[in-house]
């Protein structure tokens, strides 16, 4: 059972967190309908988030007679009230929207969000595909309702990928610099821990390694367009998926779950 | 193409009656289309203390979901039927769904309807990119002359269009 619950908090984490980062551009935008755009990618990443935080609760609560403290595993408990060492979302989805680099231009860089997103949606539009298939029956349902969402996350990102990649001499830099920062993180993704060969042998998730083949065909192509060079493979692995998250998480997580701890219990 | 669904002819004259009670529940964003034309009601079944009203939401974050909800359970309750909603989420609602009333109404408000889905699967992304397969007219001068200007319009499920004949941006509801 730990397996399954780690599994979904894996993909439930990762969209509350990417959503909290992009809904960081809401009023910051570089141009109004980017703006807009960030707020409703946030918004359907924050949708996807809570169907798989409350279905993980649920199965993490299975068979307890828990009574009241049930709400304590529902998804806005899941999501406010645990620290950054319980939380499974993947590390490349916590960095900041700057970057990695001390200070990042204007705090902020369009270039490391889209780049990020190309990297993060390419890899949920291969991860939804096969989990339609899931054993899980509720993450089956969940993977084909978001497929929907994620291809039109990746179409909105590859596009500025390739604006920026085959714009500017700045917005090319911009675009390579953030591509070669970001690259390395893309490697969680990728690499088949214990929970993935659980859930896979029991036909609920998939080996991130399968996923590999597709989703790199898929950013090859978007890149040669967007004349970007694909930076070398390092050996580098972050371990947000394993709880062992960067400095940057507890500060996302101070500011998410501020409100919502000093008012417990309360009803919006 | 997937049929949208309709009234089992079959069902109930309780399930019948609260059909038509939320042919009359419109979106509250898109005032003009009802919950049953845009294939948010999925079903409408009795049971022992009223009916059942399985609705499947559209996007995953939707937040006019909850208002939606609240919506038809008052409108049945106006209309005397107890009423439990249970959200499905599988199968996953699809512009497919919209019948041809739906479309016609959106039209007329100004809302070009969505193209019918694009069912290839995921591929690699090709830029410049088109949301369907079908041109999309101006819902104001019928013109198929139309470029994109944002992906997302006023609503998430809706995107930003201009027309280049009659230059009148106008929203269009997305194929999902």
């Known amino acids: 059972m730990r397996p399954h619950v780690d599994y979904l908090l894996r993909l439930g984490d990762s969209s509350l967190v990417l959503g909290q980062r992009l809904a960081e551009w809401c009023g910051h935008g570089p141009v109004l309908e980017e703006d807009i755009a960030m707020a409703n990618v946030s918004l359907d990443l924050i949708g996807q988030a809570r169907l798989l935080l409350a279905h993980a609760g649920r199965i993490e609560g299975a068979g307890r007679d828990e009574g009241a403290l049930a709400c304590l595993r529902d998804e806005d408990a899941m999501a406010y009230l645990r620290d950054a060492r319980a939380y499974r979302n993947f590390t490349l989805c916590e960095l900041p929207n700057g970057g990695i680099e001390k200070g990042g231009v204007h705090g902020a860089d369009y270039a490391i969000t889209m780049v990020r997103n190309l990297l993060y949606c390419a890899y949920q539009v291969q991860l939804w595909d096969r989990l339609r298939e899931s054993a899980d029956r509720e993450l089956a349902a969940i993977a084909a309702k978001s497929a929907k969402e994620s291809a039109y996350h990746l179409r909105h990102a590859a596009d500025w990928t390739v604006r920026f990649g085959d714009g500017t001499e700045e917005s090319h830099a911009r675009a390579q610099r953030a591509l070669d920062q970001l690259w390395p993180y893309a490697n969680e993704l990728f690499a088949t821990d214990a929970v993935e060969e659980e859930v896979a042998a029991q036909g609920i998730g998939v080996r991130g390694a399968e996923l590999h083949p597709a989703w790199e065909t898929m950013i090859d192509a978007t890149l040669a367009e967007a004349c970007l060079v694909k930076p070398a493979a390092s050996a580098f692995r972050s371990s947000g998926k394993a709880g062992l998250h960067s400095e940057h998480l507890d500060f996302l997580l101070a500011e998410m779950q501020v409100l919502a701890r000093q008012h417990p219990g309360a009803q919006w | ?176």
């Open chain 2, 1 to 176: 193409m997937v049929r949208p669904l309709e009234a089992d002819p079959a069902c109930s004259a309780l399930a019948a009656r609260a059909w038509q009670v939320l042919a009359a529940v419109s979106d509250p964003e898109i005032p003009v289309i009802s919950v049953i034309d845009l294939g948010i009601v999925r079903a409408v079944i009795e049971t022992d203390d009223g009916v059942e009203v399985r609705v499947t939401p559209t996007y995953a974050g939707c937040p006019a979901t909850h208002v939606i909800e609240a919506d038809i359970t008052a409108a049945l309750r106006a209309a005397g039927i107890a009423a439990r909603v249970v959200k499905t989420l599988s199968p996953p609602w699809t512009t497919d769904w919209i019948t041809a009333q739906g479309r016609a109404r959106l039209k007329e408000y100004g809302i070009a309807p969505p193209g019918s889905v694009d069912r290839r699967g995921p591929q690699v992304v090709h830029l410049a990119p088109k949301m369907g397969s079908d041109p999309i007219y101006c819902p104001r001068c019928a013109s198929a002359r139309t470029e994109l200007l944002a992906q997302f319009g006023s609503t998430a499920c809706k995107a930003l269009y201009r027309c280049v004949d009659c230059r009148e941006p106008f929203d269009y509801f997305k194929p999902l």
